[in-house]
Every structure is written in structure tokens, then in C-alpha cells.
């Protein structure tokens, strides 16, 4: 029951029992604000940054199970109804908490991994899969085989782990074992493991997990320009038969690799039955994929060999096209590259037939990327037809307005220069859009937004010594800055798209990254930190003065009057306000080892930092001591960073765009009171 306020109460008793009852009530219905703009008392920031949505992706490797197709697709998992006999039907997209390498399916288990961990996807609802479990491994997972219960994880370092997998939901170690050349794939039996390593095949007794036995080895025959002994690097099981791939160094060429089968009938003393090329390789080893009706499965290219006779085997090349991976459901074989699934059907031996292709959906390996508004303009390289032979740079223009559902609204191709590839760097001014590449430039007009037109193109000469090598660019003042690690800076003249100039260059330095205002040019060097460089003539560049910092391979931003300088060991803050005596206010490290930095950019007083393992954040509020603050680490091959207030935005060559959030400070509305 009230009581009736008497007289004599004072004003700041009633004024602190009016403030207790808007607080308890919380904002409840019924409260009423005594002032139209109510103070905020912000709380602590948070230090995680959180994904809000994405577009796009490359494929990775496919499993096949049960009419389903399961695919890697940016850092989602696609699923794929494939019962039909034309085109696939798409059934779902999980996106998964990174970016999977898919290996195997047993029984209702999939199997996939990402750097150093093994992940055991839930099929027993084959359109929703789940992850059930989860293991770290001592280092990258390279590859793995699955018989059982167990698990054999190859590793990067070269190592052998086995997990035991009875309860998916807790994998335990079973053992290890290290051999005394580095392993590079494994084929298992219940009892026996074979190891393709760099210098021979070994058969491993495998019965007890804890205590791997050396039983026997075969050492291929020597080959390649120096005569020496292969590398094994894939090997699979045909019975009785170890099928491996050795690869030979050959000068100049590549390496030479070829497909032995080996008879395990004595496996302490293998014997060699016979052996035929699959070609030579400038980048990257053929694995065998499968084994499967009498047939081996190789990849990549694709190629089908023969093992009916296992004394004569016979080799055909079904497209050669380079393919990260390949399932097969006999007789067909579902390949994936970056930008594509291809389909076969090998039913009829003598003609194997292409059925069907599904592309990645857009932005398909993105470069580079910016942000205009509620836009997100992302840089991509396109192969084109017949793949691989060259590719075309294309600008994708992105509604990121719904952060969880971006949608693509226009991809522009952009003209292609002879000789050159794709442009690969991108900087913003106004209505402007530059993009930089090896011997070009592009100067596109956003007046229209969401259609951007191409103004001009630039292409070096043949005879010109400019050494455009398409490193980062700035634009500013009717100018476009072009960094170059081996020719210096450069200065364009882009006040007439139709006609853009060289107007100077200094050649001193080796430049990795450029900024610009007014008549200076702030470059990063490795020698020598942040150079500051009179610009008002670009024909005769001068050194005003240098800021040395710790760390090479550096990236710079600015905000106002302070340039943010990211290197391989952290963020160090500049002060610009006098040119000559720019001076390192504060720094912070990554708080880890050393880092390849790709790309720094501040929106507001925070600074990210894209490295090659992840997105740095860094709150430079006190510019004399900037910290680190949060960090996302599921990246897989970022090249482009672009923010606006908490938005940040990753182009990722494996994942598409990915948009990521700041959360924003928790806030606390506390009414006042008026009279």
C-alpha cells in the first residue's frame, strides 16, 4: 500500500525512488522516458569477432553416400541430391565452424579435417549433417584412411597418428608413429598399414596401435634427371596389390611420375610386377582417388588405368583439366576444382562421356575487395575456356544491405590486356574505383553503384620501363599510387581516365605498400620502416624522413592523422602531424609467432589486420598504447580486407566473401529526470 508523500519529503529522495523504479522495471511497458535523448553508460567492448554471413566459395574435395554428394563450398557444406540421372538437385547448405577438407564416409560418419583438426560429421540425417566429435592432431592433417574403428591420420610433419573413433563424440589417440622419411599417404587393412613416404613404401604392422612395427619396404627404381630414387606420394590397395605414385625431379620440365603396382604377397620382400608413366607435373603430385571395378581412379588430371592386367597396366586421360579431388560411384566420377564440378560416366571403357558441370556459385575466388555504402565491390580472377589456359578479372558488385543474405547484383568482365593477368588490387576514391594489375590499370565510375562502368584502361608498353608489378595502390587528388616490391612507387596522373600517365618514380626503395595526403607519399619498406616522400613534383621524388619499425612485409592505413602500420610482428601507431618528424606513437604484437601480413585497414579507432592464418583486431583509442582485442582464425586463403564502423569484410580465395561483425559495446539507458 503507498503512502501518501507528505510535504516535507525532499525532491532528491523522491528523485532516487523514481530512478530505483525504472530500473527494476527495466524498460518494462508503461515506463515513460523524461527526456527524448536518454544518456548511455557504455560497458567494456567484447574481443570476439562473429560471422554474420558470406557469399560464395570455392568447392573443395566431394564424398559420395547414399544418393548424397557432399562438397566443401566456402565454409559451408553443401549437400547434394545426385539420384537423378541429369544435373544435381541441391538439398542444403550447414555451414560448419571451418572451412572442411572432406576425406571419407563409414557408416554414419564423415569424415573431413581442417588444419590440425580431425572433425566426424553425424550423416544420420544425410541432408542435415552435424558435427558429432572432434580431434587435434599434433600437427596439419595431410590426409587419412579409415578401417573400422581407427583412424590414420597423416600429417604434415611428416608423422602418422591413429584415433580411435568406437565413440565419435570423444576421439581418443591410439598411438603414433614417425618413420625415418616423411609420410605422405596411407592405405590400411585391418592389420597392416602401407605408407607412401618420401623415399620408399613401408608396410607397418598395425595390430596394436601403441606399438607400430617396421615389417617391409620397397624402394622404387631410380629415375628423373638425376638418376635418384622417387618420391611416393599416393598409394591404394587393388587386392594384393599396392598401387603407388613415385614422382622423379626432372630439370626444367617438372617432375616425371609414374604408376607402379607392387605385389605384397611376401610383405617383408615387395616385388615390382610392372609400371606405366602418368605424365609429368609442374606443381602439384597425381594422387590415386580411388580403386574401383578393376580400375584405378587418378587425379589430376583425371585419368582412368586399367587393372585387369596387373603385369600391362593401361592408362587413359579422361580430361585434363587440374582437379583438387574426385569421388567416385562406379561408373561415375564427380570432380572437383576450385570453380567447377565436373561429372563423368566411365560405363563405356573405350569413350569415357562428360554428363554435367555445376559452377561455384560467385564470388568464386576472390582476390581483393572494398566497401561503397550498403556495396561490396569484390575482385575476382576467372578462368577462362578452355580452363586453364588464362583467366579474365571480373568485378562483382554485392548487396551486403542483409548481412546474413548478401546478394550478388552485377559481375562486370573486365577488358583484358594482352600479356597481363588480371588486376589483383583495388582502392576507392569517391566516385572512382581504381584496379591495379601486373602492366595495368582500370578506372571504373560508381555514380551508378550498382553499375560500375569502365572509364579507361592503362596497359604498359612493351617497351616501357615502368616494371608495373600490380601491387597495392592508393588513390588520392586526382593521383593513383601503384607499390611495387620491385620497382619502386609509381605515380599515375588518372585525372583523365581516358588517358592516364606516368607522372614520376622512385626506384630506391623496395615498396611494398603505399599511402598518400596532399603532397606526401608514405611507403613501407622492409629496410628501412615507413618512409615519408615529397610528391608535389612526382618527376623528382625526395626522403623527408623515416620511422624504423621491427618486422618486415608491411601493410599501411591510415585514420586522420595517424598511419597504421601492420608488419609480421604486430601494429605499430605513426603520428603524420609533422612530415619530417613523424614519430612512432605506440605498437602491440600479435601475441604469437611471427605473421605474414596481407592486408591492415581502421574504420574507426579499431585496426584490422588480415594475416595469412587469420584477422587481427586492434582498439588504438590511446594511440600510445594500442591492444589487441580479438582475433578470427576461420580464414583459409584471405587476400582482401575492407571495414566500415563494425563490419569487416575478408575476401577469401577458398570462402568467398565473408562478412564479419564487431559486436557493438553492450549499452545501459538510464532515464533522467526533470523537474
Request: hydrophobic letters at 45%; one cysteine or more.
Amino acid at each position: 500500500m503507498f503512502k501518501r508523500l507528505r510535504c516535507g519529503q525532499s525532491l532528491p529522495r523522491i528523485a532516487c525512488a523514481m530512478l530505483l523504479l525504472a530500473c527494476l522495471a527495466g524498460g518494462s511497458a508503461g515506463s515513460v522516458p523524461v527526456q527524448a535523448a536518454p544518456q548511455r553508460v557504455a560497458q567494456s567492448d567484447t574481443s570476439v569477432l562473429e560471422r554474420s554471413g558470406g557469399l560464395g566459395g570455392a568447392f573443395g574435395a566431394p564424398v559420395v553416400a547414399d544418393g548424397r554428394l557432399y562438397l566443401a563450398e566456402g565454409l559451408a557444406l553443401a549437400v547434394l541430391d545426385i539420384t537423378g540421372p541429369t544435373a544435381p538437385r541441391r538439398v542444403s547448405r550447414i555451414l560448419l565452424p571451418e572451412r572442411l577438407t572432406l576425406h571419407q564416409r563409414v557408416g554414419a560418419l564423415l569424415l573431413g579435417s581442417a588444419a590440425e583438426r580431425l572433425y566426424l560429421l553425424d550423416l544420420t540425417q544425410r541432408d542435415a549433417p552435424a558435427v558429432r566429435g572432434s580431434f587435434g592432431a599434433a600437427a596439419p592433417i595431410r590426409q587419412l584412411k579409415v578401417v573400422g574403428e581407427r583412424v590414420y591420420l597423416v600429417l604434415y610433419d611428416g608423422t602418422l597418428q591413429i584415433v580411435g573413433i568406437a565413440n565419435p563424440a570423444a576421439p581418443q589417440l591410439l598411438g603414433s608413429y614417425a618413420s625415418d622419411t616423411a609420410v605422405y599417404d596411407v592405405a590400411a587393412t585391418a592389420t597392416t598399414l602401407y605408407l607412401a613416404t618420401e623415399s620408399k613404401l613401408q608396410i607397418v604392422d598395425a595390430r596394436d596401435p601403441a606399438a607400430l612395427v617396421l615389417i617391409g619396404s620397397y624402394t622404387p627404381p631410380p629415375g628423373g634427371s638425376e638418376n635418384s630414387a622417387g618420391t611416393v606420394y599416393s598409394v591404394a590397395l587393388s587386392g594384393n596389390t599396392a598401387l603407388i605414385i613415385v614422382s622423379c625431379y626432372i630439370r626444367i620440365a617438372g617432375s616425371a611420375e609414374w604408376l607402379y603396382a607392387i605385389d605384397l604377397s611376401n610383405s617383408s620382400a615387395p616385388t615390382l610386377r610392372s609400371g606405366v608413366s602418368v605424365g609429368v607435373r609442374l606443381n602439384r603430385s597425381t594422387e590415386i582417388v580411388a580403386v574401383s571395378a578393376g580400375r584405378a581412379i587418378l587425379a589430376s588430371p583425371l585419368q582412368v588405368v586399367d587393372l585387369s592386367d596387373l603385369d600391362a597396366l593401361q592408362v587413359s586421360e579422361v580430361s585434363d583439366h587440374t582437379y583438387d579431388g574426385a569421388a567416385v560411384q562406379y561408373p561415375f566420377v564427380y570432380a572437383v576444382a576450385p570453380d567447377t564440378l565436373d561429372v563423368f560416366d566411365l560405363a563405356d571403357r573405350a569413350a569415357p562421356a562428360p554428363l554435367w558441370s555445376l559452377a561455384a556459385a560467385p564470388p568464386s575466388q576472390p582476390i581483393a575487395l572494398t566497401f561503397r555504402d550498403e556495396l561490396a565491390y569484390v575482385l575476382t580472377s576467372t578462368p577462362t575456356e578452355p580452363r586453364p589456359s588464362s583467366y579474365i578479372g571480373v568485378l562483382n558488385v554485392i548487396d551486403i544491405s542483409n548481412r546474413r543474405e548478401p546478394q550478388l547484383v552485377k559481375r562486370l568482365t573486365l577488358p583484358t590486356v594482352p600479356g597481363a593477368s588480371p588486376p589483383s588490387s583495388m582502392a576507392l576514391e569517391g566516385d572512382r574505383l581504381y584496379l591495379g594489375g601486373y602492366q595495368q590499370l582500370h578506372v571504373l565510375d560508381l555514380r551508378d553503384s550498382r553499375n560500375p562502368v569502365v572509364l579507361g584502361t592503362f596497359r604498359e608498353q612493351p617497351d616501357d620501363e615502368f616494371g608495373m608489378q600490380g601491387g597495392p595502390i592508393f588513390g588520392a587528388g586526382g593521383r593513383l599510387y601503384m607499390a611495387s616490391s620491385s620497382s619502386g612507387l609509381h605515380i599515375f596522373d588518372v585525372s583523365d581516365p581516358a588517358s592516364v600517365r606516368l607522372l614520376g618514380q622512385y626506384r630506391e626503395l623496395v615498396v611494398s605498400d603505399v599511402q598518400a595526403a596532399g603532397s606526401l607519399a608514405y611507403v613501407a619498406t622492409d629496410s628501412f620502416g615507413v618512409v615519408a616522400l615529397d610528391a608535389a613534383n612526382p618527376a623528382a621524388l625526395s626522403q623527408l624522413g623515416s620511422v624504423p619499425l621491427a618486422g618486415k612485409g608491411r601493410r599501411l592505413a591510415r585514420s586522420g592523422e595517424l598511419l597504421l602500420a601492420a608488419s609480421t610482428t604486430g601494429l605499430s601507431v605513426i603520428s603524420l602531424a609533422e612530415p619530417r618528424g613523424s614519430r612512432l606513437l605506440g605498437s602491440a604484437l600479435y601475441g604469437r609467432t611471427e605473421e605474414d601480413v596481407v592486408a591492415v585497414t581502421a574504420a574507426g579507432a579499431y585496426a584490422y589486420v588480415l594475416t595469412s592464418s587469420g584477422l587481427y583486431l586492434f582498439d588504438f583509442t590511446d594511440p600510445e598504447k594500442p591492444a589487441l582485442s580479438g582475433r578470427y582464425s576461420a580464414l583459409s586463403n584471405p587476400r582482401g580486407l575492407a571495414a566500415t564502423g563494425p563490419l569487416v569484410g575478408v575476401a577469401d580465395v577458398a570462402q568467398g566473401l565473408e562478412l564479419l561483425q564487431r559486436p557493438l559495446p553492450p549499452q545501459l539507458w538510464l532515464p533522467t529526470l526533470r523537474r
